[in-house]
């Protein structure tokens, strides 16, 4: 399926500044495992609190690739201040794997903090990179919040380009997701070549429900695009129904070297200029406070991190 109309909520209208921070975000994926090549690859993670005067409490959960129980560790960030870590799933929560990561601040958590997006809002950012004896290379993968509903009945996809997959020239594409909802959903993925050829129709990878997945991409290609859409069966029932973040990572094997992709949406015309008018801002499923609540019910609460004063700065440790 090839549809017609490319919105990217980015960079579709000039955003006041107060809609470029949120409450709840996405790191669709995280690591610490050890690579090819000598790597070892690792996730540095930055929580800013941008609130002048209150600290807030700030709740991480993992998790992990494959599914299975999430992890959640809180951290109280102090007030206009960065807390940090150069490996978070080992410094907060002593996990050797991969997965995702889910960060919300919650109005239970944060008496005194009038309940509001604004007040409650921070920002978030990651770095995953392999740890080389010669350096380091990375990608850096910030904080999201809009993803893919079911196909059929949202009538939006989502499209990467520029996509290298070629062993003899060393490069290598991983696709992956994360997925929100309660079912296990079918990401299909369509690749287009540089001329617009369809080489890969609706190849079907399963992401577990509250889980995250990752795999290589199935065919070589060079410089194409991919296109993401959503099956999910649980899409008539607003509590189950799932929200899914894909992401493309491609690795220059010679080097080590990756880049991180997030998908930009697409929708048909008959979804943008249908009987109803649509605001594209509202494309795609923003997740919020009631999304984060669902994800919560389902970890296992670990309680409260520390953080180790270093130099002028806030490491975040168990």
């Known amino acids: 399926m090839k549809l017609l109309k490319l919105i990217s909520l980015a960079l579709l209208l000039a955003l006041p500044a107060?809609?470029?921070?949120?409450?709840?975000?996405?790191?669709?994926?995280?690591?610490?495992?050890?690579?090819?090549?000598?790597?070892?690859?690792?996730?540095?993670?930055?929580?800013?609190?941008p609130q002048l005067d209150y600290a807030l409490v700030v709740s991480v959960v993992y998790?992990?690739?494959?599914?299975?129980?999430?992890?959640?560790?809180?951290?109280?960030?102090?007030?206009?201040?960065?807390?940090?870590?150069?490996?978070?799933?080992?410094?907060?929560?002593d996990v050797n794997g991969t997965g995702s990561l889910f960060i919300a601040t919650f109005p239970e958590d944060n008496p005194g903090v009038p309940n509001q997006v604004l007040d409650r809002s921070f920002l978030v950012t990651t770095n995953t990179y392999n740890n080389r004896s010669d350096g380091t290379y990375g990608q850096t993968i910030p904080g999201t919040w809009t993803g893919l509903q079911d196909i059929d009945t949202?009538?939006?996809?989502?499209?990467?380009?520029?996509?290298?997959?070629?062993?003899?020239?060393?490069?290598?594409?991983?696709?992956?997701?994360?997925?929100?909802?309660?079912?296990?959903?079918?990401?299909?993925?369509?690749?287009?070549?540089?001329?617009?050829?369809?080489?890969?129709?609706?190849?079907?990878?399963?992401?577990?429900?509250?889980?995250?997945?990752q795999d290589r991409l199935p065919i070589e290609v060079d410089r194409a695009s991919l296109e993401f859409f959503i099956d999910d069966p649980c899409a008539n029932d607003a509590n189950k129904s799932?929200?899914?973040?894909?992401?493309?990572?491609?690795?220059?094997?010679?080097?080590?070297?990756?880049?991180?992709?997030?998908?930009?949406?697409?929708?048909?015309?008959?979804?943008?200029?249908?009987?109803?008018?649509?605001?594209?801002?509202?494309?795609?499923?923003?997740?919020?406070?009631?999304t984060a609540r669902s994800v919560r019910e389902t970890v296992k609460r670990l309680g409260f991190a520390a953080l180790v004063v270093e130099g002028d700065g806030y490491r975040i440790t168990r």
Not at 28 to 48: D, E, K
Not at 80 to 93: E, K, P
């Open 242 to 290: 799932a929200v899914v973040f894909p992401y493309v990572s491609t690795i220059d094997q010679l080097s080590g070297d990756p880049a991180y992709q997030t998908p930009m949406l697409l929708a048909s015309a008959k979804t943008l200029f249908g009987k109803k008018a649509i605001d594209p801002q509202s494309l795609g499923r923003k997740i919020d406070i009631t």
């Open 154 to 213: 949202d009538g939006i996809s989502a499209i990467a380009h520029g996509i290298r997959n070629v062993s003899a020239l060393g490069w290598r594409t991983n696709i992956g997701a994360v997925n929100l909802g309660r079912c296990s959903v079918t990401m299909f993925v369509t690749v287009f070549d540089v001329n617009g050829n369809t080489k890969l129709n609706r190849a079907p990878f399963q992401v577990p429900p509250l889980g995250h997945m």
């Open 18 to 49: 107060a809609a470029q921070v949120n409450d709840t975000y996405v790191i669709p994926a995280a690591a610490n495992v050890p690579g090819a090549f000598a790597t070892r690859w690792m996730t540095q993670f930055s929580v800013f609190n």
């Open 63 to 93: 998790q992990p690739t494959g599914g299975g129980t999430g992890l959640e560790e809180l951290i109280r960030v102090p007030a206009n201040s960065v807390a940090y870590s150069d490996n978070i799933l080992a410094d907060l929560f």
